[in-house]
């Protein structure tokens, strides 16, 4: 069965950080893109970022280049959201996501296959 997990999400001031991760199980995820959307009350899920399976690629929403930062360890199975400089405009779940590219440095998907349950971040003004 496979399963997304997220986890380090919290409550945080305006100016701060957190780091968000995603562990990913019970399947090989060789050229699967992986990414993170987030979901404000009464807005759409959004786009926040992605990554290639391969790392060579990241993609990020206007409103958090420079801020936040996608990474992947190097089995590929767990990615990792570094977010600093919160605003409370971030506040939202965060949600992790698997697609399946059409190469390793494929940083796109034509759709999301995988879901987490996602995590709560705060950020207090």
């Known amino acids: 069965q496979v399963q997304l997990v997220e986890s380090g999400g919290g409550l945080v001031q305006a100016g701060g950080s957190l780091r968000l991760s995603c562990a990913a199980s019970g399947r090989t995820f060789t050229n699967y893109v992986m990414g993170w959307f987030r979901q404000a009350p009464g807005k759409e899920r959004e786009f926040v970022a992605t990554i290639s399976w391969s790392g060579s690629r990241r993609y990020y929403t206007d409103s958090v280049k420079g801020r936040f930062t996608i990474s992947r360890d190097s089995t590929g199975n767990t990615v990792y959201l570094e977010m600093s400089s919160l605003k409370p405009e971030d506040t939202a779940v965060y949600y992790c996501?698997?697609?399946?590219?059409?190469?390793?440095?494929?940083?796109?998907?034509?759709?999301?296959?995988?879901w987490g349950q996602g995590t709560q971040v705060t950020v207090s003004s």
């Open positions: 996501a698997a697609g399946l590219g059409s190469s390793a440095s494929s940083g796109v998907t034509a759709r999301w296959d995988y």
